[in-house]
């Protein structure tokens, strides 16, 4: 099993960006894949999450109207479009994947129990 998240990058306040997460090693319907993220000094946030077998979504209430969670089964990949991006956002995000009890549990815990983790992508959002 294998993610790698892209898509980071430096944004204005206001602005937008497309965090993907390509996932190798198992389908989307196996797994549930789910967005963190962290800010320096701050503990890791879960924000998202995605059950792509069924269309079942998750997202915490800072990111709720501005971040959409989509997937794309043919080429195995996850989607977070981020708009109305704020200065606040700006930290490493991270997909992760699991079961969906666990990456919806997960996501509610700061990741705590999911079992795979891609590296992060920096978001950095300033004027």
């Known amino acids: 099993v294998q993610l790698q998240a892209s898509g980071g990058g430096l944004v204005q306040p206001g602005g937008s960006l497309r965090l993907s997460c390509a996932a190798s090693g198992f389908t989307l319907d196996d797994y549930a894949i789910a967005w963190f993220r962290q800010a320096p000094g701050k503990e890791r946030e879960g924000i998202s999450c995605?059950?792509?077998?069924?269309?079942?979504?998750y997202y915490t209430d800072s990111v709720k109207g501005r971040f959409t969670i989509s997937s794309d089964k043919a080429k195995n990949m996850v989607y977070l479009q981020m708009d109305s991006l704020k200065p606040e956002d700006k930290a490493v995000y991270y997909c992760?994947?699991?079961?969906?009890?666990?990456?919806?549990?997960?996501?509610?815990?700061?990741?705590?129990?999911?079992?795979?983790w891609g590296q992060g992508t920096q978001v950095t959002v300033s004027s």
């Open positions: 995605i059950a792509s077998i069924d269309g079942t979504t």
């Open positions: 992760a994947a699991d079961i969906a009890p666990n990456a919806f549990l997960g996501v509610r815990r700061g990741g705590v129990g999911l079992h795979y």
